[in-house]
């Protein structure tokens, strides 16, 4: 597609969101605030139409995830905060300051974990107190927890070797148990929490995503509880009517049968 079609396309789909922004009675009422777990929910049905290596199902994905983010820029624009040409030569800016080896800079950057490196330095030089700044709060936990702990491991704060993060998950039970006895529900919640941290730490170890595996664990259950309701209703009885001990066994059928 040539670029001057790519900037009409562009322009259409930019005066189409304005004007049902102005039209629309429900697409007036909407603000930043209304919208943004949808923004959440389009991002991750991008995601799924990746893993399903669906590209059909990726184009459609990726034009409901532009809506929200041009939706977003014409909200700022009726406040006259900023607009959308704003974002883009914001986004643009930005892509040619941390790239210098690519835009004419002098910095060298032969290797992917070089550019990663240069990335950081160039994020603390534009004014982040902090490495572990930037990453959302609003990110899923096991993903926030995952990108806090690669920011520490940049600059060596790190364990060793897997099999000490594995050494930190035990300790981190014993802790958990002891909390659980003392039935302190404050205490129970931080030490499940320094379980899960550890969990994470021992994924990334493995380089295994662990909000992904934990999405697939779900997809698994999800998949194998319907196949039960499926037999069961087949037999004419109802999942809610049926006992642990049928429920036990059919998903152990299903198991085998994997």
Not at 11 to 37: A, G, M
Not at 62 to 77: I, Q, R, T
Not at 164 to 169: N, T
Not at 225 to 231: C, R, T
Request: proline share 2%; glycine share 4%; aromatic share 8%.
């Amino acid at each position: 597609m040539s670029s001057h079609r790519s900037e009409n396309a562009f322009l259409r789909f930019l005066e189409i969101v304005r004007r049902v922004r102005t039209e629309c009675p429900w697409d007036r009422d909407q603000t930043h605030q209304s919208i943004r777990h949808s923004l959440i929910e389009e991002a991750y049905e991008v995601i799924e139409s990746i893993d399903n290596n669906d590209l059909q199902q990726l184009k459609e994905e990726l034009g409901d995830l532009m809506l929200h983010v041009v939706l977003h820029a014409v909200m700022a624009e009726e406040k006259n905060a900023f607009t959308i040409d704003d974002v883009m030569t914001a986004i643009s800016d930005k892509l040619i300051r941390r790239h210098p080896h690519v835009f004419g800079g002098t910095v060298e950057a032969g290797t992917p974990h070089q550019v990663k490196a240069n990335w950081e330095r160039i994020k603390l030089d534009e004014g982040r107190e902090s490495l572990v700044d930037g990453v959302p709060r609003e990110l899923p936990a096991l993903l926030r927890a995952l990108r806090i702990q690669e920011k520490a491991s940049k600059v060596g704060f790190d364990w060793k070797k897997k099999e000490d993060v594995w050494m930190k998950i035990e300790e981190e039970i014993g802790e958990f148990r002891r909390a659980e006895a003392s039935e302190e529900a404050g205490a129970i919640e931080e030490e499940l929490g320094d379980f899960l941290f550890a969990l994470v730490n021992y994924a990334r170890f493995l380089a295994i995503n662990p909000e992904f595996a934990l999405n697939k664990s779900t997809e698994k259950f999800i998949h194998r509880f319907k196949k039960i309701e499926g037999e069961l209703k087949r037999t004419g009885k109802d999942v809610r009517n049926a006992t642990l001990e049928e429920m036990d066994a059919l998903w152990n059928s299903h198991k085998e049968r994997k």
